[in-house]
């Protein structure tokens, strides 16, 4: 049986906000892509994103996805597979050959793009890796109880029950939450030595729309450091510090206490002290993507030394955007999207003047 | 006045609408295939089958996502609601006022004013996306980097510049006025004579300044981390060599410049007897390495000191450091031979950006907006980018110069330019817009008003500010919006309600919304803007003369607008109404300004169901 | 305090230690206080004021201090620790530096001492090889030996098949 076989000048690998932010980009210089997604939806990790905006909006980036996915379906030089998996490439003339396989569960769905349909062997000149990190999976730190306390979230988890409206006075009404953060970062233990950047970002940002929903609620945050996060970031902090507990000490247990979790730390010149809370948040750290290993052998990308894909050493043709890059914000993701998008639309000039010339 | 013809698109949202039946309920005929005087399309024009698109080329014609607007719920409601969209774009297309395919005809040359990576980046993107590049640069060449950037890396982008790009050296930018497609720049070496640019790229080469630090260190112990040589340090033999690195002591310093800290602490550390404390508010470690770096200094046997901010103090001239171990709880002193001190990247703001009063302030120019990322400010045409605007040294500001590139080809080559009608029979000359205009796009020349080819983005904030009524933007103006809202409000059946939206927030969710069948009430006009800036107080005051019971304006959050103020213009319009709402009868909540998201789907739908409850209970 | 008296060698001593390499990693997040089942008994006892001491150089303070023998090697700092101080360890290094030093308290010098004597903390008596006699098990002998070796109070047996397990 033979594949069936497509062209394109640019082969994006991902549709979340940075492999979106890339084809855009690529469209605005006049290069034709081709956006292929593993999942039946495109919008990635963002899709699952709550707007953090209280008083003012909040930067986070997460309403612009609706935005990248219009713009993406009515731009003709974007052309969009949902469901559809890289499963083997090889170096092909200047570019690249692609043997694409549909995966289960693809339909159409209300959002842009076509299921692929087939075994499909796509010939392109350039790749861009834009399949996103991965978080940590909480359950890998069991002290900190999550999937086994009651009332223990990861912060993936705290963005869909914001976004489904699951706080708040007629719902779920935590008068005492904790957020714990660099869980599955800056942990040598778990071979995780890299700050994840956004945790910071999102944990505080999370924590005011908690407060402005439930303005009796009392939010902790446990951290070692505070990370910069945005231009705006230290105008921002003093209040966000007057709105929340902030203590610096990393808990070191989450267990079940009486009908909720509780959690114990140590302050200086103190004795541990084990605190009740309604809800404990795991600000959970971004790691390279779990393919990552996979699309290295795939493509031959190149990885630093934490196991995020790097354009640098990697081979001709290939560039990397995103979040699979290192921990990212969307709004990060989304101009680092636009540098890959100018490495492949200068590599497709390159060979179309080289062929022609 | 033109006969206007309904052409139907099959989309898969109104597949069980009859065609007819809307086009009946709005008084038009459907289209049949003959020929057209002007026409109402059920989609928008980039979803438009091309054959359809050729047909209708030259015609006034409405492009309307009537899917979005329509959303689910029983059928006579989608119908109504049909009606209700396809009457009001019926109502431009029949006066002719669309979007006009204007030719402006922009200036695709582009001025990068400044020097060091940022600026030959964004020489080298706009170089090779075909513009022709002007290099003003204050430095002899091309190669000479700024303080903060990588030497090495700035010679190799220099070495790759192409020929078409121009240097002029010993150059800076002293004015510009204008916008996108048509500034006019003053160059210090061009004496009075402007020039014409079609986009302009501002990176003003950056300084390293230490900025975080505590006031009143001895300047004889003080080294910046730039000029550290850590040969330059090594302990007696019998004994150690204190040097104290300060790293963001009165306030954290960004994550680069702590970083850089680190790399100096790790040298002076692997110095014989040489003891390195480090002292910091935050340990900024979220530079890519950061973490990494934090560890190997403290394995080399760096002191980690967590200073709180600004508590730090200076004893025996600024040569002794004395400070709170947060830890012990004790006061630990320090004599240090020498004083490390992290800098920062930054670049003096041109004169010229806060003097000049057509210029916004800085705030409205680079607000930190999530829609201006990437290099962008509020000028279309304009980009800012690296030290000046904040943005971390080497890989970031090669992204920032990539994005903002992008940006202005499309700019600049855009196919379709919305341009604003300006009436001079009735321009005052007041220059209202020009100092309304978040993008720079009007400007007075010559006793008339006249935009900037390619700068206007629509978003009506002159035409809801113009007190002479003589401004529009394309199928925005006054008369237009009034009887569309006539149409519609007209059809709709008591509670009559309005929920004007904006593009980037409100439409979004009102378009998901109503793709997941979402029934909105059988009252509600949905009227879709460009931006909530559109909004003035004829048009809110005209809305309830017109029978609405209630008006919801649907804008972005404040900080998210892509014009930076047209949510803050349309909110302060509904409060200075709320005192005229009581003298006519009116509840405070007939009028009001609703902060969404694109992706606040549930509570647009919440508040618009509250609202319809509250107006069917009067 | 003032640093400049202090011994910045000092945690480069402990980390060239065997067990006590570690020290130098910890960056005070305070899991290991939050679990230490010591600390939760004797309010100054808390490992990461330990470690802060040692990386601080107060030399004398630390290996004089009776804190550093509260330590029950439980070895939940350890587990806790994101950094891989690995507490037990590294207070098992200083404390063989504070012995070596004469900081010894008379508990560790006496269990010395019986451990020289017994090779145990216990006396076996005739009562334990009794029942373990009834038990069908094997007697156990003293071997006070191996231990002398270990303590460097004499030369260890070359004897194969004799080594304590």
Redesign the interface.
């Known amino acids: 049986m033979t594949n069936a076989q497509l062209d394109t000048p640019v082969l994006i690998l991902g549709g979340g906000v940075a492999g979106l932010a890339a084809a855009v980009d690529l469209a605005r210089r006049g290069v034709a892509a081709t956006i292929i997604e593993r999942e039946p939806r495109l919008g990635g990790r963002a899709s699952q994103f709550c707007c953090k905006a209280t008083e003012a909006c909040a930067r986070c980036g997460a309403c612009r996805l609706g935005e990248l996915l219009v713009q993406a379906a009515h731009l003709p030089q974007i052309t969009i597979y949902t469901a559809a998996l890289a499963v083997a490439a090889q170096p092909q003339g200047d570019g690249w050959r692609v043997e694409l396989s549909p995966q289960p569960g693809g339909e159409i769905g209300p959002g842009p793009g076509r299921p692929l349909r087939e075994r499909t062997t796509l010939n392109t000149q350039a790749v861009i890796l834009a399949v996103g990190g991965e978080a940590f999976n909480p359950a890998g730190k069991t002290r900190f109880g999550h999937g086994r306390v009651d009332g223990v979230f990861s912060a993936l988890e705290l963005e869909a029950m914001l976004s489904q409206g699951a706080l708040g006075p007629d719902g779920l009404a935590p008068a005492k939450v904790a957020f714990i953060q660099c869980v599955g970062s800056r942990d040598a233990s778990l071979g995780r030595l890299w700050c994840s950047r956004v945790c910071c970002g999102y944990a505080l940002r999370m924590g005011r729309v908690i407060r402005k929903l439930l303005p009796e609620s009392q939010v902790t945050f446990f951290h070692m450091d505070v990370q910069d996060y945005g231009r705006a970031w230290e105008d921002e902090l003093p209040e966000l510090r007057k709105q929340m507990r902030f203590v610096r000490a990393m808990p070191g247990e989450v267990t079940a206490g009486d009908g909720r979790p509780e959690v114990t730390y140590a302050l200086a010149g103190e004795q541990a002290i084990k605190e009740g809370f309604d809800l404990v948040v795991l600000s959970v750290g971004l790691g390279p993507p779990n393919g990552a290993s996979a699309l290295g052998e795939l493509f031959g990308a190149a990885k630093d030394s934490d196991g995020f894909l790097t354009t640098d050493g990697g081979p001709a043709g290939v560039f990397v955007a995103g979040a699979a890059a290192g921990p990212r914000s969307l709004n990060e993701s989304m101009v680092h999207g636009g540098l890959a998008a100018s490495q492949a639309a200068s590599r497709v000039a390159s060979l179309t003047e080289a062929r022609h010339g | 006045m033109a006969k206007v013809s309904l052409v139907w698109v099959a989309t898969p949202g109104l597949i069980d609408l009859d065609p007819a039946l809307v086009a009946k309920a709005a008084g038009m005929s459907l289209d049949q295939g003959g020929l057209l005087e002007a026409a109402v399309v059920t989609t928008?024009l980039?979803?438009a089958p091309k054959q359809l698109r050729q047909r209708l080329v030259g015609l006034p014609v409405a492009w309307l996502e009537l899917a979005a607007e329509v959303g689910g719920g029983p059928q006579a409601h989608r119908l109504a609601r049909a009606a209700v969209a396809v009457s009001r774009a019926a109502g431009r297309a029949a006066k002719g006022t669309l979007p006009p395919v204007y030719a402006p005809q922009p200036a695709q040359s582009v001025l990068v004013a400044g020097a060091g990576f940022g600026a030959l980046a964004a020489a080298w993107?706009a170089a090779?996306?075909g513009h022709p590049v002007t290099l003003a640069t204050p430095f002899d060449d091309a190669v000479q980097a700024g303080a903060d950037d990588d030497p090495e890396a700035v010679s190799l982008l220099a070495a790759q510049l192409p020929a078409q790009v121009e240097l002029v050296p010993h150059s800076e930018l002293t004015r510009l006025i204008g916008g996108a497609g048509g500034f006019n720049v003053w160059l210090s070496t061009n004496g009075d004579a402007p020039q014409t640019y079609g986009a302009v790229f501002l990176a003003p080469p950056g300084e390293l300044a230490v900025g975080c630090e505590v006031d009143g260190l001895d300047p004889a112990l003080c080294c910046p981390v730039s000029e550290l040589n850590p040969e330059d340090y090594e302990g007696p033999q019998d004994g150690?060599l204190?040097v104290a690195v300060l790293a963001g002591t009165a306030?954290?310093v960004?994550?680069y410049s702590f970083s850089a800290a680190l790399e100096a602490a790790l040298a002076l550390a692997r110095r014989p007897r040489v003891?390195v404390?480090l002292l910091f508010s935050?340990?900024?470690?979220?530079a890519?390495?950061?973490?990494?770096l934090?560890?190997d200094c403290?394995?080399?046997?760096v002191?980690?000191a967590?200073v709180e901010p600004g508590k730090l103090s200076l004893r025996d001239g600024g040569r002794e450091l004395a400070w709170l171990?947060?830890?012990?709880?004790?006061?630990?002193?320090?004599?240090p031979a020498a004083l490390v001190l992290a800098q920062q990247a930054v670049a003096p703001r041109p004169a010229w950006l806060d003097n000049d009063l057509l210029i916004k302030p800085w705030d409205e120019l680079v607000p930190?907006?999530?829609?201006l990322?990437?290099g962008r400010t509020s000028r279309t045409g304009l980009y800012l980018t690296g030290a000046l605007?904040?943005t971390a040294p080497g890989?970031?500001r090669?992204?920032?110069a990539?994005?903002a590139?992008?940006?202005m080809?499309?700019v600049l080559t855009g196919k379709v330019v919305p341009m604003p009608v300006v009436r001079d029979s009735f321009c005052a000359s007041c220059l209202t817009c020009v100092r309304t205009c978040p993008h720079g796009a009007p400007r007075y020349a010559g006793e008339h008003i006249q935009c900037a080819p390619a700068a206007c983005v629509a978003c009506g904030a002159c035409a809801a500010e113009c007190p002479a009524e003589a401004i529009a933007p394309p199928g925005w103006g006054n008369p237009e919006m009034f009887s569309s809202l006539e149409w519609g409000l007209a059809l709709a059946p008591e509670p009559k309600m309005v929920l004007f939206a904006c593009a980037?927030?409100g439409m979004?969710a009102v378009a998901?919304l109503s793709?997941?069948g979402h029934e909105w009430p059988a009252g509600l006009v949905i009227y879709p803007l460009v931006c909530a800036a559109r909004m003035s107080q004829l048009l809110l005051l005209k809305s309830l003369e017109l029978g609405a019971k209630r008006v919801l304006v649907a804008g972005?959050?404040?900080?998210?607008c892509r014009s930076v103020t047209g949510n803050h213009k349309a909110m302060a319009k509904i409060t200075s109404l709320s005192g005229d709402l009581a003298a006519l009868g009116l509840p405070p909540e007939a009028m009001e300004f609703l902060?969404l998201?694109?992706?606040?789907t549930?509570e647009l739908a919440q508040k618009v169901a509250a609202m319809a409850q509250a107006a069917g209970e009067e | 305090m003032r640093l400049n008296d202090c011994d910045p060698g000092f945690k480069h001593e402990v980390a060239a230690e065997p067990g006590g390499e570690g020290i130098r990693a910890c960056f005070a997040c305070a899991a290991c206080s939050a679990r230490c089942p010591v600390g939760a008994n004797r309010p100054d006892y808390d490992p990461r004021r330990l470690i802060r001491l040692t990386l601080l150089g107060r030399r004398d303070e630390v290996l004089s201090s009776p804190l550093i023998w509260l330590c029950s090697s439980c070895y939940t700092c350890g587990e806790v620790c994101p950094q891989q101080v690995r507490f037990t360890e590294v207070l098992t290094a200083i404390k063989n530096i504070a012995a070596r030093e004469g900081h010894a308290p008379p508990s560790a010098k006496i269990t010395a001492e019986l451990l020289a004597k017994q090779g145990r903390l216990l006396e076996v008596t005739d009562f334990e090889n009794d029942k373990r006699a009834d038990l069908g098990l094997p007697p156990v002998e003293q071997r006070p030996g191996d231990f002398q070796a270990i303590l460097g109070l004499k030369p260890a047996e070359g004897e194969a098949g004799e080594e304590p397990r």
Do not use: I, Y
């Open positions: 928008s980039e979803q993107e090779a996306l150690w204190h306030e954290p960004p994550s003891q404390t935050e340990a900024r470690v979220a890519p390495g950061g973490e990494k934090f560890r403290r394995e080399a046997g002191l980690m967590r171990d947060p830890l012990l709880g004790e006061e630990l002193e320090l004599a930190d907006n999530p829609r990322a990437g605007r904040g890989d970031a090669r992204a920032e990539a994005s590139a992008a940006a080809h499309e980037a927030s979004p998901s793709a997941q972005c959050h404040p900080g998210n902060p998201a694109a992706n606040q549930r």
